[in-house]
């Protein structure tokens, strides 16, 4: 809205529950990715019958997360990145509301520049450099087994 001195002002509109537009399409957003991932693993257990909870996950987290753990140094379109943490369960959801992982990264050119999301891994990613200490393989399967054994994998393929 533009007043007579010709100054735009931005207005926000609430909804009734308090959220702008922007973050309620996020919200939804978030909440939308927590079902298809819910819907993953649940596809995962019916294709594999005897796999537990904790290996659907090690698996679904193996190819969302793929080779970056702490530590790891890679190349996306948006820039070069240092992932700093890699937070599983409730961890996680104190970063990001319905997820069950998240990274935290910085930009290896300009420090300050962090971000907290959980894009998967795709083909155009490069590693550029990872720890030699650490196996991706166990490091996903440790995040699995730790939310299966706090029962939370159960209960949300059942969701």
């Known amino acids: 809205m533009q007043d007579r001195t010709g100054t735009v002002e931005s207005t926000r ?9 922007e973050d309620l399409a996020l ?3 978030r909440q939308t990715n927590r079902r298809l991932e819910l819907d993953r693993i ?3 257990k019916a294709d594999s019958p005897g796999l537990t909870d904790a290996e ?3 698996r ?5 997360i793929g080779p970056r753990f702490e530590g790891t140094i890679y190349r996306d379109a948006v820039g070069t990145w240092e992932v700093l943490e890699v937070l599983f ?3 996680a959801r104190m970063r990001l509301p319905n997820t069950s992982w998240v990274l935290v ?3 290896i050119f300009d420090h300050k520049d962090r971000r907290v999301h959980r894009f998967g891994w795709t083909q155009k990613h490069t590693v550029l450099m990872q720890p030699a ?4 393989t166990a490091h996903a399967a440790e995040a699995a087994s730790a939310l299966a054994a706090r029962g939370l994998a159960g209960m949300a393929v059942q969701a």
């Open 13 to 21: 509109r609430a909804t009734p529950g308090g959220l702008s537009p």
């Open 27 to 29: 919200t939804i957003a």
């Open 42 to 44: 649940a596809a995962l």
């Open 56 to 58: 659907a996950y090690r």
């Open 60 to 64: 679904l987290f193996e190819s969302a």
């Open 89 to 91: 369960g409730d961890a």
């Open 105 to 107: 990264e910085r930009s």
């Open 133 to 136: 200490e650490f196996d991706v």
